[in-house]
């Protein structure tokens, strides 16, 4: 007992490194066992995966044939593809452009969209709108004469949907720059087309008012138009009231005699509380319900295909 008072601290120092020394075996044993559980799984695993690979690369038989099931699938697929190849490619864009064909074909254009409009009372932001290609109204030579073209055929597709929608007016038109010429802001949009190796995406946006009627009408032309457009956004606002337009009364000409010789001295004046009548322009209850709507549409076109 005096040794061990004497050695008292050497004695719980032996004692925990027992103790520590327990622990660690304990811990390496069970390490121990989990890598023989994981081997064990592994080995499970590879004789699976050597199963598998030994096994026929088109299992089946008379009832179940996979072979023959992918074939239909593919085959399937394939008509699907090219049945939405076919809808997603139409619209009008001429081969082989030339300066001279695209100025004969822009003009011809502009000129259906203005009668097509004006036999359908269908407004416009001006009374000689180009429909977007301004820039190109006297211009003899073309930059990017493809990209034109086809932006010109979805304009065009777009203006048809609208005008046969008949709402009351065309507030604006709007498109991507096709080149360096299309100059200004007005006409065209911020969103470029995106490209990728299957279809080329144009954006567009479109402001037109009329009333719920006509926005549901467009929306089933676009759904129902050849080609192929989706709407992205739509926005709706009460369109602004018209100006008012005011006439200013007869003159009378002996009045007017009498105010140079005399001044305002017998001239009858308005009766007081009767404030004099003033012109009112045509407010209808239709025009104060009347809305403008925006909407952004991409165009969806197959590449190399037209």
């Known amino acids: 007992m005096a040794w061990l008072k004497r050695n008292l ?9 027992l103790l520590l020394l327990g622990a660690a075996s304990w811990y390496a044993y069970s390490q ?3 890598d023989g559980t994981v081997a064990e799984s592994l080995a499970a695993a590879a004789a699976s995966y050597k199963e598998l690979n030994g096994k026929p690369l088109l299992p089946g038989d008379a009832k179940l044939n996979n072979f023959v099931l992918v074939t239909n699938d593919a085959a399937r697929l394939k008509l699907f593809a090219g049945s939405l190849r076919g809808y997603l490619s139409s619209g009008e864009v001429p081969k082989d452009l030339d300066n001279k064909t695209f100025r004969s074909l822009l003009d011809k254009s502009i000129t259906e969209m203005l009668g097509d409009a004006q036999r359908n009372n269908v407004g416009l932001p001006v009374t000689n709108y180009w429909f977007t290609f301004l820039s ?8 990017g004469l493809e990209t034109l073209a086809s932006q010109l ?3 065009k597709a777009i203006a048809a949907i609208l005008i046969n929608a008949r709402v009351q007016s065309i507030f604006e038109l709007k498109r991507p720059r096709a080149s360096d010429d299309d100059s200004g802001y007005k006409d065209y949009i911020d969103r470029k087309p995106q490209t990728n190796e299957w279809a080329v ?15 549901a009408r467009v929306s089933a032309g676009l759904a129902n138009a050849k080609q192929c457009f989706i709407i992205r956004t739509v926005a709706v606002d009460k369109a602004p009231a018209p100006p008012v337009q005011s006439s200013a009364p007869p003159i009378d000409s002996a009045a007017l005699q009498m105010q ?10 308005a ?19 009347k809305l403008r709507f925006t909407l952004q549409l991409d165009s969806v076109r197959v590449r190399g295909k037209n």
């Open 153 to 155: 055929g979805d304009i």
């Open 9 to 17: 601290i050497l004695v719980i120092g032996g004692v925990i490194t």
């Open 32 to 34: 121990y066992t989990n």
């Open 271 to 289: 009766m007081p509380g009767r404030p004099a009548a003033s012109a009112r322009g045509l407010n209808t209850l239709l025009d104060e319900n």
């Open 201 to 215: 995406v144009t954006p567009y946006e479109i402001t037109f008012q009329g009333f719920s009627g006509d926005l």
């Open 260 to 269: 140079m010789r005399y001044g305002n001295r017998g001239i009858p004046q």
């Open 136 to 143: 190109q109204r006297s211009s003899v030579e073309f930059k």
